[in-house]
């Protein structure tokens, strides 16, 4: 099993900043992606961006250029890097961890609030 632990969330004004957190720990996987998903109120779940193991990054075309994911190996912790926000950036984003032995298998955060005040 892998668990997540994301910090990071919170309130902030349009043009503001955050930065998410998400930290794996117990039976990680070395070959493995890391990413954010967030989920809007009446909306579905939606990638924002995500990064593997090896470093290739993958963005939503709605946050390129304001976000940025990195991620810390040594750690098992993947960050993102939120700038200009604005206010339809308001959800709950959700940490994933897919991880590969035999097969792809994924695990989900618990999800942290970000909401954006115009």
């Known amino acids: 099993q892998v668990q997540l632990v994301e910090s990071g969330g919170g309130l902030v004004q349009a043009g503001g900043s955050l930065r998410l957190s998400c930290a794996a720990s117990g039976s990680t996987f070395s070959i493995n992606d890391m990413g954010w998903y967030r989920q809007a109120p009446g909306k579905q779940r939606e990638l924002v961006a995500q990064i593997s193991s090896g470093g290739i990054t993958t963005y939503a075309d709605s946050v390129l250029g304001r976000f940025t994911i990195s991620r810390d190996n040594a750690k098992n912790t993947v960050y993102l890097q939120m700038s200009s926000l604005k206010p339809e950036d308001t959800a709950v984003y959700y940490c994933?961890?897919?991880?590969?032995?035999?097969?792809?298998?994924?695990?989900w955060g618990q999800g942290t609030q970000v909401t954006v005040s115009s």
């Open positions: 994933r961890y897919r991880g590969l032995r035999s097969t792809w298998v994924d695990y």
